[in-house]
């Protein structure tokens, strides 16, 4: 089946700092990527759609200032955490749609574990 | 607009047990539906989905859900739980694949041996 990856899985940075997070679609091309945020014992929240060509559409509390979205390729999405604090800490997770006729679907990525000293 | 909503944030069952797990939707649009699973530390796993097909589904590990327009649900059950299934498990929802999903605040699984 189709694979989505992120790089890297887990970082560790200073406060103040810029973090950059890499999702990867391996064997199809997604137009369209998402970006959520899990805190710990908690569900997913959107953040983020990314477009390919075309600038993110962020949810509404979402500072995009701070969580700057790039969807450069058909395959590769990057979300850069800038000046990151400790309650960016957090699992970032990016998912991509396939839309490959007959396999409409979304595929997620193994996330991203942010600490934020 | 979309939600939804996951009765029971902590399930136990002793292995062997019927497990069941709640989701209920809402949807302005006929929606697509998912469980994933999640174990620690690691991302989601797609157990099934719905998407306007059969209305009763089945995934993967004998996980099966069933839709039910009437009651807006799509409980997940397994005849039989595995100490393998102790996990947490999201409901899902849609207005179709490539669009954003709403997330469930996520069912926390205990399998007892």
């Known amino acids: 089946g189709a694979v989505v990856s992120q790089h890297p899985s887990r970082v560790i940075c200073k406060s103040g700092t810029s973090v950059k997070i890499e999702c990867r679609s391996l064997d199809f091309q997604a137009t369209t990527m998402f970006w959520y945020r899990q805190f710990p014992k908690q569900s997913l929240m959107l953040m983020a759609t990314?477009?390919?060509?075309?600038?993110?559409?962020?949810e509404q509390g979402v500072e995009k200032d701070k969580f700057l979205i790039n969807h450069a390729s058909l395959t590769l999405s990057t979300l850069t955490v800038t000046s990151a604090h400790p309650e960016d800490s957090s699992f970032y997770i990016c998912s991509a749609h396939n839309t490959v006729a007959g396999e409409e679907t979304q595929y997620f990525g193994p996330g991203t574990r942010l600490l934020v000293l | 607009a979309q939600s939804v909503t996951q009765l029971g944030s902590h399930v136990s069952v002793s292995e062997g047990a019927l497990v069941l797990l709640r989701c209920n939707y809402s949807?302005?649009?006929?929606?697509?539906l998912f469980w994933y699973v999640q174990y620690p530390n690691q991302g989601l796993q797609l157990l099934l989905k719905y998407t306007s097909a059969a209305t009763l589904v089945k995934g993967i590990n004998g996980f099966e859900a069933e839709f039910k327009k009437s009651e807006t649900s799509f409980h997940l059950t397994k005849p039989s739980a595995h100490m393998s299934d102790a996990a947490e498990y999201f409901c899902?929802?849609?207005?179709?694949?490539?669009?954003?999903?709403?997330f469930g605040t996520g069912t926390s699984l205990t399998v007892i041996p």
């Open positions: 899902a929802v849609s207005a179709f694949t490539g669009n954003q999903f709403y």
């Open positions: 990314s477009n390919e060509g075309s600038k993110a559409t962020y």
């Open positions: 949807s302005s649009v006929p929606p697509y």
